[in-house]
């Protein structure tokens, strides 16, 4: 059999002409985003870009999956930021320090989880709570930085929560500083408008590429360096790329160490889970029909994130924007994840001083960009249109985050989701264990599901299914249950889907005494009465 080395120098030697352009393309994307990803984080800037060259370079050989790129997400800025502030306690210097201490133990923990197999787990959460988590997640992104690209002195949001955040929005409007605000409303022009140009060219000129050079060249029309503007700080102070032990593992004891664990359980479930959607979702796109070891890669991902704490790295994980556009770049093997790395260690080797020139308001155009797209109002649309309990899981999920954090949030989506299977029929034996009964017959398996398929014993259905020949022929027989939800019904297609990728079939069996809560082929199904 041939190893695994061997095959990546054979794809190497296949693909890198390829690899090597789509990794260029998507270093250019990714530089300015792990830039502002890291400041919004309340790390030095430079660290962001750090976090994505360990991602390429010593990641991507190791990873599970072969056309997603790693590095420092827009989903984690609230935990990170939240981390650095509540554990230096308004000492920022210190507060990384103490966070990066953090990012190395949960890196650990992910290596252990990945060793464990427990990528399947992901799975368990239903899909309306995770949507809302980032949706909330966009939201509290938007509610900070729209101040920055209003030229409004950090002082006035520091140390604001995210509903207080909003609510000073009115005020930094009729407060701005001009030119910066010029920079940051000509960013947003750019960054939403350009993808509705139809044109061939221009689609294939990253924004936030567009974005960077515009802000430089304003920022120095402007006069941003200026000492008039000191106080609303407009330009990038990256801080210095160099390699040094910066991690403190203090937060382990006294005081500090409910926060520390707060902290480790955010960064260990968050960060996996938005990595292991994110390579779900990858191999969906994926034109080769590539299927990733998910725990491989969670394996990877956490080692990378001990890498990073320990040079002073935020968390990273396979970022789904970055990795959609390596796929539309032509990218084919992990090499372009590689070379993408590659290409970042030379921006910063050889452009730190173009990197000073950055105004804040450009970076914080981008991150309100990536902010909406998590809030975008059309996923509001889109769970209404699935079914009204998902849109109100979906926005429980939302309001608590913004009023508490993220892991209550999810908790309260769960925890409502749970409620309502319960009042929709589930049997309380059926609420977190499968009844099911498999059967072969005339040359096909027959499985049967009894009183509920829900998000929340999934894992027990999937766990049966993935012991059959992905060539069999199967057929899923649901008519005994009371509820089958939407989580199930979403994933049911993307099993169907990897039954036909590998030569086989599953069917699902018309539910003849079932409705379906709304018209969405994969709305949740409820037995008549």
Same mark, same amino acid.
């Given at each position: 059999?041939?190893?695994? =080395?061997?095959? =990546? ?21 990714? *530089? ?88 399947? *787990? ?40 995210? $509903?207080?955040?909003?609510? *000073? ?15 940051? $409303? ?155 790395g590659v290409f970042l260690l030379i921006f910063v080797l050889a452009l730190t001083p173009i990197i000073k020139m950055i105004p804040m308001a450009s970076l914080a155009a981008m991150l309100i960009y990536v902010g909406f797209r998590l809030a975008n109002p059309k996923e509001f649309a889109h769970m209404w249109h699935i079914g009204r309990e998902q849109l109100a899981i979906f926005m429980v999920t939302i309001i608590v985050t913004l009023a508490t954090d993220l892991l209550i949030g999810i908790g309260a989506g769960i925890a409502l989701k749970l409620a309502i299977e319960l009042i929709n029929g589930v049997p309380l034996k059926n609420l977190f264990r499968a009844d099911t009964e498999m059967k072969y017959e005339n040359g096909q398996y027959l499985l049967k599901i009894n009183g509920a398929g829900v998000f929340s014993n999934y894992l027990g259905i999937k766990k049966t299914l993935e012991k059959l020949p992905k060539e069999a022929q199967v057929v899923i027989d649901a008519n005994n249950t009371y509820y089958v939800d939407h ?7 993307? *099993? ?34």
């Amino acid at each position: 059999m041939e190893s695994q =080395q061997s095959k =990546q120098i054979g794809s190497f030697r296949t693909n890198w002409t390829k690899d090597l352009l789509s990794g260029f393309l998507v270093s250019l994307i990714a *530089l300015p985003l792990c830039l502002g990803i890291a400041g919004a984080s309340n790390f030095p800037p430079i660290m962001g870009v750090l976090t994505a060259i360990i991602g390429g370079m010593l990641v991507a050989p190791l990873a599970g999956s072969e056309l997603t790129i790693k590095g420092p997400a827009a989903g984690l800025i609230v935990i990170v930021a939240g981390a650095v502030e509540e554990l230096g306690r308004g000492n920022n210097e210190l507060g990384w320090k103490l966070a990066l201490g953090v990012v190395l133990v949960a890196g650990a923990i992910q290596v252990v989880l990945g060793l464990l197999k427990v990528a399947k *787990l992901s799975d368990f959460f239903p899909l309306s709570a995770v949507h809302g988590m980032l949706a909330a997640i966009g939201i509290i992104i938007m509610s900070k930085q729209i101040h920055w690209a209003l030229g409004v002195n950090p002082a006035l949001t520091k140390g604001k929560e995210p $509903l207080e955040l909003l609510a *000073l929005v009115p005020h930094s409007l009729s407060h701005p500083t001009v030119p910066i605000a010029i920079i940051g $409303l000509i960013s947003l022009v750019i960054l939403f408008g350009m993808p509705k140009i139809n044109n061939p060219i221009v689609k294939k000129i990253p924004p936030a590429l567009i974005v960077l050079i515009v802000g430089v060249v304003l920022g120095q029309v402007m006069g941003l360096n200026g000492a008039q503007y000191a106080d609303v700080k407009p330009l990038v102070n990256p801080g210095d790329f160099a390699l040094g032990f910066n991690v403190s593992f203090a937060g382990m004891t006294g005081d500090l160490l409910p926060i520390f664990l707060k902290y480790l359980l955010m960064f260990a479930l968050i960060g996996s889970l938005e990595s292991l959607l994110t390579g779900k979702a990858i191999d969906i796109l994926d034109p080769k029909q590539n299927k990733s070891n998910l725990s491989k890669d969670l394996f990877a991902v956490g080692l990378g994130n001990m890498a990073s704490g320990l040079l002073g790295g935020l968390p990273m994980i396979s970022e789904v924007a970055r990795s959609s556009a390596n796929i539309n770049n032509g990218g084919q093997s992990r090499w372009a994840n590689f070379f993408h790395g590659v290409f970042l260690l030379i921006f910063v080797l050889a452009l730190t001083p173009i990197i000073k020139m950055i105004p804040m308001a450009s970076l914080a155009a981008m991150l309100i960009y990536v902010g909406f797209r998590l809030a975008n109002p059309k996923e509001f649309a889109h769970m209404w249109h699935i079914g009204r309990e998902q849109l109100a899981i979906f926005m429980v999920t939302i309001i608590v985050t913004l009023a508490t954090d993220l892991l209550i949030g999810i908790g309260a989506g769960i925890a409502l989701k749970l409620a309502i299977e319960l009042i929709n029929g589930v049997p309380l034996k059926n609420l977190f264990r499968a009844d099911t009964e498999m059967k072969y017959e005339n040359g096909q398996y027959l499985l049967k599901i009894n009183g509920a398929g829900v998000f929340s014993n999934y894992l027990g259905i999937k766990k049966t299914l993935e012991k059959l020949p992905k060539e069999a022929q199967v057929v899923i027989d649901a008519n005994n249950t009371y509820y089958v939800d939407h989580t199930v019904m979403e994933n049911l297609h993307h *099993l169907q889907r990897e039954f036909q990728q590998s030569g086989g079939k599953m069917i699902m069996e018309a539910l003849v005494n079932h409705k379906p809560v709304s018209d969405h082929p994969f709305a949740a199904l409820k037995k008549s009465k």
